[in-house]
């Protein structure tokens, strides 16, 4: 325990942890008070929405907190890459590029394609949110990743399955997350899809995590959400 409360251990964190809160603070105030503004109203004052917003501010700001001590503290320790560098980026760059379009090709085709006419709040019109929403997205999941898949392997010492339990977490996770968007599911057949998809990409990007870094699966999953900024003009 002694690697996770360290100075610098803390300070890794705190940094990451700043840079996500940074990258979200445009998609949230986008989110809040232009595009989904009229949906969340319907629940809410308008004088609730700046406290809405900074609630998330606070919740990415301690969860990726939190995580990236669990990553930085024990995902090296117990036999992951850990957070990696740029130049893995560098070395791997054209591999990486054709993995994130590839997921983001089959994304499109198996769920965006139904999902969009049921939630056309989910997909931004505006470029630059639409450009923030796969930037904030990449570097929250993998750092929420990070912590969790290193905390799980610290505890069962099996990369395999702590990827696939964070997998199944973040499936699960992301089908609850849409009924903010006014999309009750209740396990149709776009809702199955879903899942499976979603629980497949997340593997793959856990494994990309194991093997490379996070510096990696994050550019990965940032060229996968880069979908968001093509369907903004489409």
Request: glycine fraction near 6%; charge should be positive.
């Amino acid at each position: 325990m002694k690697h996770l409360f360290n100075r610098e251990t803390a300070g890794k964190s705190l940094i990451l942890s700043e840079v996500c809160v940074i990258t979200a603070l445009p998609y949230l105030y986008y989110m809040y008070f232009i595009s989904m503004r009229k949906l969340i109203l319907k629940t809410f004052l308008p004088e609730h929405l700046p406290y809405l917003m900074m609630f998330d501010v606070w919740y990415i700001f301690i969860a990726t907190f939190l995580c990236g001590l669990c990553g930085f503290a024990w995902s090296k320790t117990y036999g992951l890459v850990g957070f990696g560098s740029f130049s893995d980026i560098k070395h791997n760059w054209l591999k990486l590029l054709i993995i994130g379009i590839l997921i983001a090709v089959v994304s499109c085709l198996f769920f965006d394609r139904s999902f969009r006419a049921m939630a056309p709040y989910y997909y931004r019109k505006n470029p630059v949110c639409a450009l923030f929403m796969p930037l904030n997205s990449a570097i929250f999941i993998e750092t929420i990743r990070f912590g969790m898949v290193s905390l799980v392997q610290r505890l069962i010492k099996n990369s395999h399955f702590a990827n696939f339990s964070i997998a199944f977490f973040f499936a699960i996770a992301g089908l609850k997350s849409f009924s903010f968007v006014g999309v009750n599911f209740d396990w149709t057949f776009v809702a199955l899809t879903c899942f499976i998809l979603t629980m497949l990409l997340n593997v793959t990007y856990g494994y990309i995590f194991i093997k490379k870094g996070v510096v990696c699966a994050l550019f990965v999953h940032f060229v996968a959400d880069l979908k968001f900024l093509v369907l903004a003009f489409v």
